[in-house]
Protein backbone atom coordinates (compact mmCIF):
# COMPACT_ATOMS: atom_id res chain seq x y z
CA UNK A 1 0.00 0.00 0.00
CA UNK A 2 1.40 3.51 -0.96
CA UNK A 3 0.27 7.03 -0.52
CA UNK A 4 2.16 9.21 -2.05
CA UNK A 5 1.74 13.08 -1.81
CA UNK A 6 3.06 16.20 -3.88
CA UNK A 7 2.47 19.31 -5.18
CA UNK A 8 3.69 21.22 -1.47
CA UNK A 9 6.16 23.88 -1.34
CA UNK A 10 6.28 27.92 -0.28
CA UNK A 11 3.52 30.16 -1.35
CA UNK A 12 2.49 33.33 -0.64
CA UNK A 13 -0.12 34.73 1.65
CA UNK A 14 -3.20 34.64 -1.08
CA UNK A 15 -1.88 32.17 -3.30
CA UNK A 16 -3.23 28.76 -4.50
CA UNK A 17 -1.28 25.38 -4.12
CA UNK A 18 -2.73 21.51 -5.63
CA UNK A 19 -1.93 19.20 -3.50
CA UNK A 20 -1.91 15.16 -4.93
CA UNK A 21 -1.90 12.09 -3.68
CA UNK A 22 -1.68 9.42 -5.75
CA UNK A 23 -2.89 5.78 -3.74
CA UNK A 24 -1.80 2.34 -5.05
CA UNK A 25 -1.71 -1.70 -3.37
CA UNK A 26 -5.16 -0.82 -2.43
CA UNK A 27 -8.89 -0.70 -3.97
CA UNK A 28 -8.68 3.24 -4.48
CA UNK A 29 -13.06 3.52 -5.31
CA UNK A 30 -13.91 2.07 -1.84
CA UNK A 31 -12.18 3.90 0.53
CA UNK A 32 -13.00 7.36 1.99
CA UNK A 33 -10.39 10.03 1.37
CA UNK A 34 -9.17 12.53 4.02
CA UNK A 35 -6.54 14.80 4.25
CA UNK A 36 -4.71 16.02 7.19
CA UNK A 37 -2.72 18.61 8.41
CA UNK A 38 -0.07 18.83 11.28
CA UNK A 39 1.55 22.08 12.57
CA UNK A 40 4.23 22.94 14.51
CA UNK A 41 3.15 22.42 17.98
CA UNK A 42 -0.12 21.77 17.36
CA UNK A 43 -1.93 18.46 16.89
CA UNK A 44 -2.85 16.81 13.60
CA UNK A 45 -6.36 18.22 12.56
CA UNK A 46 -8.77 16.70 9.60
CA UNK A 47 -8.74 19.42 7.08
CA UNK A 48 -11.24 17.57 4.24
CA UNK A 49 -12.61 14.10 3.34
CA UNK A 50 -14.36 12.90 0.54
CA UNK A 51 -16.40 9.75 0.32
CA UNK A 52 -15.94 6.29 -2.08
CA UNK A 53 -18.19 8.12 -4.65
CA UNK A 54 -17.14 11.34 -4.26
CA UNK A 55 -20.40 12.20 -3.78
CA UNK A 56 -20.02 14.24 -0.48
CA UNK A 57 -17.40 16.29 0.90
CA UNK A 58 -16.85 17.86 4.38
CA UNK A 59 -14.03 20.46 5.51
CA UNK A 60 -12.99 21.85 9.11
CA UNK A 61 -14.64 25.59 9.46
CA UNK A 62 -11.35 26.88 8.73
CA UNK A 63 -10.82 26.40 5.47
CA UNK A 64 -15.11 26.17 4.34
CA UNK A 65 -14.72 28.36 0.77
CA UNK A 66 -11.00 28.52 0.55
CA UNK A 67 -10.32 24.06 -0.45
CA UNK A 68 -11.28 22.07 -2.02
CA UNK A 69 -10.78 18.16 -1.98
CA UNK A 70 -11.59 16.04 -4.90
CA UNK A 71 -10.76 12.60 -6.68
CA UNK A 72 -10.31 10.10 -9.63
CA UNK A 73 -11.27 6.95 -9.07
CA UNK A 74 -9.68 5.82 -12.51
CA UNK A 75 -6.56 7.68 -11.55
CA UNK A 76 -6.58 6.73 -8.06
CA UNK A 77 -5.97 10.15 -6.63
CA UNK A 78 -6.95 12.52 -4.61
CA UNK A 79 -6.44 16.53 -4.47
CA UNK A 80 -6.83 19.38 -2.45
CA UNK A 81 -7.26 22.40 -3.74
CA UNK A 82 -5.77 25.52 -1.78
CA UNK A 83 -6.70 28.74 -2.40
CA UNK A 84 -6.29 32.07 -0.08
CA UNK A 85 -3.87 30.57 1.87
CA UNK A 86 -2.80 31.85 5.34
CA UNK A 87 0.09 32.03 7.28
CA UNK A 88 -2.08 30.24 9.65
CA UNK A 89 -2.44 26.98 6.84
CA UNK A 90 1.15 25.65 7.42
CA UNK A 91 1.74 22.51 8.44
CA UNK A 92 2.29 18.84 6.77
CA UNK A 93 -0.46 17.52 4.63
CA UNK A 94 -1.54 13.99 4.93
CA UNK A 95 -3.32 11.88 2.94
CA UNK A 96 -5.05 9.05 4.93
CA UNK A 97 -7.49 6.57 3.04
CA UNK A 98 -10.10 4.59 5.33
CA UNK A 99 -12.08 1.87 4.46
CA UNK A 100 -14.80 0.91 7.23
CA UNK A 101 -12.18 1.97 10.35
CA UNK A 102 -10.64 -1.16 10.18
CA UNK A 103 -8.39 0.04 6.60
CA UNK A 104 -6.40 3.15 7.38
CA UNK A 105 -3.59 3.95 5.39
CA UNK A 106 -1.07 7.10 5.50
CA UNK A 107 0.94 8.92 3.29
CA UNK A 108 4.54 10.56 4.94
CA UNK A 109 3.04 13.67 4.10
CA UNK A 110 3.98 16.98 1.86
CA UNK A 111 5.06 20.64 3.66
CA UNK A 112 3.05 23.31 2.62
CA UNK A 113 4.62 27.01 3.94
CA UNK A 114 2.57 30.06 3.45
CA UNK A 115 5.04 33.00 3.62
CA UNK A 116 5.74 36.34 2.17
Known amino acids: VQLVESGGGLVQPGGSLRLSCAAS????????MKWHRQAPGKERELVAA????????NYVDSVKGRFSISRDNAKNTVYLQMNSLKSEDTAVYYC??????????WGQGTQVTVSS
Open 96 to 105: NAVFRKYYDY
Open 50 to 57: ITSAGGST
Open 25 to 32: GFTFRSYT
